[in-house]
């Protein structure tokens, strides 16, 4: 049937509102959650709005992190409690014993692991989209327009044609999972989805790189694969997959009689943000019938930025990409995303005729295919309202622009690096990521004090990880508030730490 006009609409409603005896009452019921003050509440609301504005205006003004005092983490120890609370209170204590104790991310200075920094904006969004208590599991509303809407986008982006499916989920961590699953019904039939992958007689294996993120062997693991089914490809020089060695290994596995189904190539790794040959990659897994698939949680949104995308060439090729709006695209957690170029081998993967989901061609259960026939979560979020803002307010240049500019970042840091003695750069940067270390002769303890004196100070906040076998400071540069004076409180924070640390210990002198 043709879709009613929006003035039928509302006549055919008011005639079914007229057949009513009595208009719905405006009196508030007794029990409800919502509030029996709303000029209060709302007065309230401002207040709270307000105090975390001047958090993110007055970021700079605080320290990125700071220990969290026994006595605020024991407040958190307390039985569920039976009776009500003013919502004065208990902003009160949020302000007091949440706040100041979160990791840091928002703050410039803040580079530890890969966290994103968020804005202003996706925290309004987040806002709207709690008031509309959307669940975008499926039915016929705006809200799963507006996410297909973003869908199309990130196809744009990557070059995939309209038959490509997409779906927001938690973070890569799930993304990647889903494609290891769509890649399965891929080499087995979606008969595994019945007869689980025991009954198939193919032993499947799959293929990343030493560099690759841990989530790549636990999708392994919870697809029924197991983790031994992973081979762990040697990296070139430039922490990159060696594509001889893939291809060799592949050879071994298809002569063992083994089944290869699954290429994980990285892009933006996350120890030091090498970007995998993805072209190489995509050559030999159509050479080998393979599925490609891209790991891009950080690094592929650098698709924005003009200067950088030319270095993730080959990702239009993939079969399926996974990354994080969350990390380098700035929008708050979480929001990661899968794009699958087979958009309906993606929803044979996870479709199920079940009744109580069962599709109509108008009413509410209108609009199939829904975004629950692509994944394993029924009630979902409306994440895609956040990064719909954020796209439409900063739109796709500014959103570049802004990871142009932790890269140039990551070059300064590298620059200051070079210029200093006492400092040691341990891996080439090809992104926005820099691992480097202060000289001593006990590197791995000093620059492991160093860190944590770093994260205590509440100035600069690196994390560790470990480079050929070295202890590195790594400083990922992810949030869009910071800038060069950042990185030079990061380089001076860092000498004056470990110089004083190597006096203090005469033995590790150099
Ligand atoms: C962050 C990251 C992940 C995990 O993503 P989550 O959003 O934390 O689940 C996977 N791979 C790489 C390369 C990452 O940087």
Redesign the pocket.
């Known amino acids: 049937m043709a879709a009613p006009s929006e003035t039928s609409y509302i006549e055919s409603f008011s005639r079914l509102r007229s057949i009513l005896e009595e208009p719905p009452s405006p009196s508030p019921d007794r029990g409800t959650l919502d509030p029996s003050d709303w000029p209060g509440f709302r007065a309230q609301a401002h207040r709270m709005l307000d105090d975390i504005l001047d958090y993110t205006q007055h970021i700079r003004e605080r320290p990125v992190w700071q220990p969290i005092p026994p006595a605020v983490r024991d407040s958190f120890r307390q039985p569920l409690p039976p009776k009500p609370s003013p919502l004065a209170s208990v902003h009160d204590t949020f302000i007091r014993r949440i706040l100041p104790y979160a990791v840091g991310n928002v703050h410039p200075g803040f580079m530890g692991w890969?966290h994103g920094g968020g804005t202003p904006v996706g925290m309004l969004a987040e806002m709207l989209a709690a008031g509309l208590n959307a669940n975008l599991g499926g039915r016929d509303q705006i809200p799963v327009e507006v996410e297909r809407q973003v869908v199309r986008w990130v196809r744009e982006l990557f070059g995939f044609p309209d038959t490509a499916s997409g779906l927001f989920v938690?973070?890569?961590?799930?993304a990647?999972l889903i494609a290891v699953l769509v890649a399965r019904a891929a080499a087995i039939g979606v008969g595994v989805r019945r007869l689980g992958v025991a009954a198939s007689s193919k032993r499947l294996i799959a293929y990343t790189s030493a560099a690759a993120?841990g989530?790549i062997a636990q999708a392994m693991d919870l697809a029924g694969l197991g983790t031994d089914a992973l081979r762990i490809v040697p990296t070139n020089g430039q922490h990159q997959i060696d594509t001889q060695a893939l291809q060799e290994s592949i050879a071994t596995d298809k002569r063992d009689g083994l089944a290869p189904f699954f290429i994980a190539a990285?892009a933006?790794?996350?120890d030091v943000g090498a970007i995998d040959d993805l072209r190489a990659v995509a050559d030999v897994a159509r050479r080998e019938e393979l599925w490609f698939h891209v790991?891009g949680?950080?690094g592929a949104l650098a698709m924005l930025a003009p200067d950088i995308a030319p270095r993730l060439a080959g990702i239009e090729r993939a079969d399926s990409i996974a990354f994080?709006f969350?990390?380098w695209g700035q929008v708050p957690y979480?929001a990661?995303f899968v794009l699958v170029r087979d958009g309906e081998l993606h929803r044979r993967t996870f479709a199920s005729p079940v009744a109580y989901l069962s599709r109509e061609t108008r009413g509410m259960a209108a609009g199939s295919p829904w975004p629950c026939d692509f994944g394993p979560d029924l009630s979902r979020g409306f994440r895609a309202l956040k990064t719909w803002f954020t796209i439409k307010i900063y739109g796709a240049e500014k959103l570049g622009a802004a990871i142009s500019k932790t890269c140039a970042l990551a070059q300064y840091l590298k620059q200051c690096i070079e210029r200093e003695p006492v400092l040691e750069l341990l891996a080439p940067v090809a992104l926005n990521i820099v691992c480097f270390r202060y000289r001593s002769e006990h590197p791995d303890e000093v620059n492991q004090d160093i860190v944590a004196d770093l994260q205590e100070s509440g100035i600069a906040a690196p994390s560790l990880t470990s480079v050929n076998g070295c202890l590195a400071i790594r400083a990922a540069i992810v949030n869009h508030r910071t800038g060069k004076s950042d990185i030079d409180a990061l380089v001076r924070a860092v000498i004056a730490s470990g110089s004083a640390r190597v006096h203090r210990c005469p033995k590790a002198c150099r």
Not at 170 to 174: C, P, R, V
Request: charged share 20%; net charge negative.
């Open positions: 890969v938690t973070g890569t961590s799930m990647n993120h989530c990285t933006g790794t996350v790991d949680a950080c994080d969350h990390k979480d990661g």
